[in-house]
């Protein structure tokens, strides 16, 4: 209803009406839905009559599901009226499967007991216990198959998480509060994962190392990480591949790429394997670009995960990768508009010239776990990497800049009316790099009454080979062109040197060796219900490079009162040191700067997470506080995702905010969330001041970095603190799931992203010069999907279709909004000398068609 006030309808000026009739309408699909469900709840104990806590609950080929809390109990809505099997499963211990058909509204009391499974035990059970003691969030690894994402990753989830900031959807880098790419750590099966290092755009980048179709945890932590986890300043991801406990497997197809992967164990349980393969190319994607052209992306790999059994005490596995990514671009034809609706631009630009990137990485690591009892648990580990990347290109580009002519009643509306400036620019690359890391390392853990104790040691060697070889002319109506002076009758003039905006050429070799060790422990103090832990350790590594010995000490606590409602508190603090590896050596030139000591971050985080009900569906709040000190930095920039630092410079800095997240069954049976963060992050580059040069009048005539003789005045400024170049002050990012109310075969999966403008500047200016600011980051993917297979759909025995467990199709809508987002600027001169910044857009609306087989 809309009451007029005024000349205006009420809902015009009052703008909670649409939002109360969006409520009302939620609230009657809300209760549509439930009428279709049934309830079962219950407790969960082991075979010791211990009760356990994060024990997965899900319905057997239907989404959703749950976890069982601190006390075992647990509570699930469930479809109503057909046959269904639920199953329980936590590492470890032995799944436990139950049918049942149950009518609406009907509430089903289930108490399953769980016996301890005799197969080895990774290190991330005793932890699991533990886990909302930690900062570590857990995410449920099936949720990548349904996030509408153009790179279909694991990482495409940790963007939708609070503190995470990326702007950039056809990459898979992440920045987390306030951090960079470089600053993030990544392990599977306990194995640290590196990535290329040449790669200076996500259309260059193919695939993550992540494989989600082998993937059973995905543990991450935004902050405050314990001592076992490495030496970097911002995060951790840490994942677990697949242990199999039958044959099984899946194939996806897209317009993206394909993906399958096989998993089974022999008879006698002693041997078990991973296999897969994915192949990628977003040739689809890339064609709808600005800038046109021959792409021709391909990306594959091939991941294995081989597990042998030498006896009841003593495991052997083998991780295995092979990736192949190679980017080719001939680049044709760019038209940009820009500039204001008064003053419209259009950049239009002509190629020549071909860019070809490949980035080929091995990387094969060795395990032997050993658990001599219950208690104990040792593993030793060998492990290579090799990334071998060339980056090649020679392009040359002849633009225009014209003026676009803005009347509408013109009959040249929207036509270059006059040019503004022409010119021409040339790049040219010839870069290789070759790097090989290898490692041993040993591991252990001890677990004793209210004692738990984890301790390793790890050897790294390093091994650099680079080439790099890189110019770029810029010429505006030939005025760089090298013209001798005039000189009558002087056969031999002077030499005129090219002028080259940037130039760079140098070769590096290097072979450095690491040392690190850790050792903590966690108590668990107070009465049986674990209410108040803590964790405390400390990490130590030495560096034959620059000599630099690093003690990083780290604690937490957590404290769980026996309050009404389900709260924990936690406060961890702790120093994380991060040594540079290669790209925080090198300068814009390719140099090699030697005395390069580790970057330090002092990290403060204080959080609480609340169990909840809402709607009478469990839900989960968390927030932190956190604020983070920041020394001997090296400041760098970011252009897309490639990182160049400033190696001879040093700075500090702070980094501030707050993270929330809820998450919970929005939709029963199914999990969505939200989350939001607001930060600020500083940094004061020593010696980076300059002068300003005044006249006999007072006026400003111009600054520079060294005092003016010919200034009356010249006066020293010293910028102080300024933005990073991840000082993303706001973001909001939203996974939302739901499905039709009388027929849950039909989905939707929506991921929304909100960040605000990043800070950029001219380029080859000082850092603080850097005081422009990007648009907003405004992005929406949608997916809708059908399950053709699935608990609905019967066979007969001969069928080969019963041997699928579930089949979906799904339709996905990449930036829904057809929102132009800018990741980088692309500047020219006009004829003036005035220059331009010209936004390089990302990716425009498109569509994708995705097939999902599981058996």
């Known amino acids: 209803m809309c009451n007029k006030t005024g000349n205006q309808p009420f809902c015009m000026n009052n703008k909670y009406c649409f939002l109360i009739a969006l409520v009302l309408l939620f609230s009657q699909v809300v209760d549509a839905q439930e009428k279709e469900w049934a309830t079962i709840k219950g407790k969960i104990k082991d075979d010791r009559n211990k009760s356990l806590e994060l024990v997965n609950i899900s319905m057997m080929g239907i989404a959703g599901g749950t976890i069982s809390d601190k006390y075992g109990t647990f509570e699930l809505k469930v479809p109503a009226g057909k046959k269904i099997k639920v199953v329980f499963s936590f590492v470890g211990y032995e799944s436990q499967e139950y049918d049942i058909l149950l009518t609406p509204g009907e509430i089903k009391i289930i108490e399953p007991v769980m016996p301890e499974s005799a197969e080895m035990l990774p290190d991330i059970i005793i932890q699991d216990e533990r886990l909302r ?125 394909a ?153 040249d509306f929207g036509e270059v009316t006059s040019t503004d400036g022409v010119g021409t620019f040339l790049n040219h690359a010839r870069n290789y790099l070759n790097a090989t890391v290898l490692t041993a390392e040993h591991r252990g853990s001890w677990e004793s009454g209210i004692n738990f104790t984890t301790w390793g040691i790890k050897y790294q060697n390093e091994i650099i080979a680079d080439q790099l070889h890189e110019w770029e002319l810029i010429d505006s109506a030939g005025f760089t062109l090298p013209r001798p002076a005039d000189e009558i009758a002087n056969p031999n003039p002077a030499v005129t040197p090219l002028n080259m905006p940037f130039f760079a050429k140098s070769h590096a070799n290097l072979n450095t060796n690491r040392y690190s060790s850790f050792i903590q422990n966690t108590w668990n103090l107070g009465n049986e219900k674990r209410e108040f832990v803590i964790t405390g350790g400390v990490r130590a590594q030495y560096w034959d490079f620059n000599n630099e010995f690093l003690l990083s000490p780290r604690a937490s606590l957590s404290y769980h009162p026996t309050w ?24 814009f030139y390719g140099n090699i700067v030697e005395d390069q000591k580790a970057q330090k971050s002092i990290h403060l985080v204080s959080g609480m997470d609340w169990n909840l009900t809402i709607w009478g569906r469990p839900f989960k709040f968390i927030t932190e506080v956190y604020y983070k000190f920041l020394d001997d930095l090296i400041p760098y920039e970011v252009d897309n995702v490639r990182i160049r630092y400033y190696a001879n410079q040093r700075s500090k800095g702070y980094a501030t905010g707050i993270d929330m997240k809820i998450n919970g069954e929005f939709v029963p049976g199914i999990e969505s969330w939200a989350s939001m963060s607001i930060m600020k992050t500083e940094e004061d580059i020593y010696g980076d001041y300059y002068y300003n040069y005044y006249n006999a009048d007072g006026e400003l005539t111009g600054t520079g970095p060294e005092p003016n003789p010919e200034a009356v005045n010249n006066q020293k400024v010293e910028p102080g603190y300024i933005p990073r170049p991840t000082d993303q002050r706001f973001r909001f990012s939203l996974f939302f799931q739901d499905y039709l109310p009388m027929n849950s075969t039909y989905k939707m999966h929506l991921a929304l992203y909100f960040g605000s403008s990043l800070p950029f500047g001219p380029p ?92």
């Not at 046109?292 to 495991?315: S, V």
């Open 764 to 855: 080859k200016s000082a850092p603080y010069q850097h005081t422009f600011r990007m648009p907003s980051y405004r992005r929406v993917d949608i997916g809708f999907s059908k399950q053709l297979i699935g608990q609905h759909t019967r066979f007969n025995a001969s069928n080969p279709l019963g041997k699928i467990n579930s089949m979906w199709l799904s339709l996905e809508v990449f930036n829904l909004l057809q929102v132009n987002n800018t990741i980088s600027y692309i500047w020219v001169t006009d004829v003036s000398g005035r220059q331009y910044a010209v936004p390089n857009y990302l990716t425009p609306r498109q569509l994708n068609l995705k097939l999902v087989v599981k058996f």
């Open 564 to 587: 009404k409602n389900d709260l924990l508190f936690r406060f961890s603090a702790g120093y994380y040191y991060q040594p540079p590896f290669y790209k925080e050596l090198r300068d």
């Open 133 to 257: 003691n930690t900062n570590l969030q857990r995410i449920d690894p099936k949720e990548v198959d349904v996030i509408p994402s153009i790179t279909g990753s694991i990482e495409s989830l940790i963007k939708t998480l609070p503190g995470v900031a990326s702007n950039n959807e056809l990459s898979s880098q992440y920045s987390v509060r306030g951090g960079n790419f470089d600053e993030n750590l990544v392990y599977v099966d306990d194995i640290e994962i590196y990535r290329p290092f040449l790669i200076r755009s996500g259309q260059q980048e193919g695939m993550s190392f992540l494989n989600s179709d082998l993937t059973s945890s995905i543990l991450f932590s935004a902050g405050g990480f314990d001592s076992k986890y490495g030496d970097k300043m911002s995060s951790v991801l840490d994942i677990k591949y697949k242990r199999p406990l039958e044959f099984a497997g899946s194939v996806s197809a897209s317009l993206l790429g």
């Open 259 to 411: 993906t399958a992967h096989l998993e089974g164990i022999t008879k006698d349980q002693r041997f078990s394997y991973l296999f897969g393969v994915r192949y990628k190319t977003n040739q689809y994607v890339l064609n709808a670009m600005e800038t046109k052209g021959d792409y021709q992306p391909e990306f594959f790999d091939i991941q294995t995960l081989f597990r042998y059994k030498l006896n009841e005490k003593l495991e052997l596995s083998f991780l295995g990768n092979f990736a192949n990514n190679k980017f080719q671009l001939v680049p044709e034809t760019r038209e940009t508009n820009f500039g204001t609706i008064n003053e419209a631009k259009r950049l239009t630009i002509y190629f020549d010239g071909k860019e070809v990137d490949k980035y080929i990485t091995y990387l094969g690591a060795l395990k032997l776990s050993y658990k001599p009892t219950k208690e104990l648990q040792l593993s030793f580990i060998t492990s290579g990497f090799n990334s071998n990347e060339s980056e090649t290109f020679d392009i040359q580009g002849q633009y225009w800049i014209g003026r676009v002519e803005t009347g509408l009643g013109q009959s």
